[in-house]
């Protein structure tokens, strides 16, 4: 792969790293959303909406869940999700920057991914579960491309 073909490739990743992070962002003040209401009711609404039996396994799951929350929780939640999407946005920004942290970054992140992946597909074979492993997958192996070509450029600058 040529230098602009890996530039346009570390982009792609830059901008599916910052919609992970803006996705995530977003579902944290979602959560916010929910502080101070009566969240057994509101899954029983949901539930009811979607013109679901509340006695059935999932949605019983569902709003059994929902009642577990409360404002404490909630507050975690969110401030998890805070942490994950700035770490996202961070990784996206030195990404688009050429950044060798970052690149790092999302290779270790990529890899700790992997095993959960597939493990994932083990259990049970999806088609979220191998697309999410083949897009990992070819983040892995483009990093390590990447760094190991920045490697060899440094060395041949110096030798």
Known sequence: MTSSGLRKSLDVVAVLEAAKGIVVLLAGFGLLGLLHRDLHELSAQVVRQMHLNPARKYPHIFIDLMSSLNDQRLWMMAGMALLYSTI??????GL??????AEWLALV???IYLPLEVYGIYRKVTFVHV????????????????LLQKRRTKEAQVG
């Open 109 to 111: 992140g990529g890899c």
């Open 88 to 93: 996202r946005l961070v990784e996206a920004y």
């Open 131 to 146: 697309s999410a492993l083949v897009v990992n997958l070819v983040i892995v192996l483009l990093m390590a491309k990447v």
């Open 96 to 101: 688009w920057k050429q950044r060798t942290w």
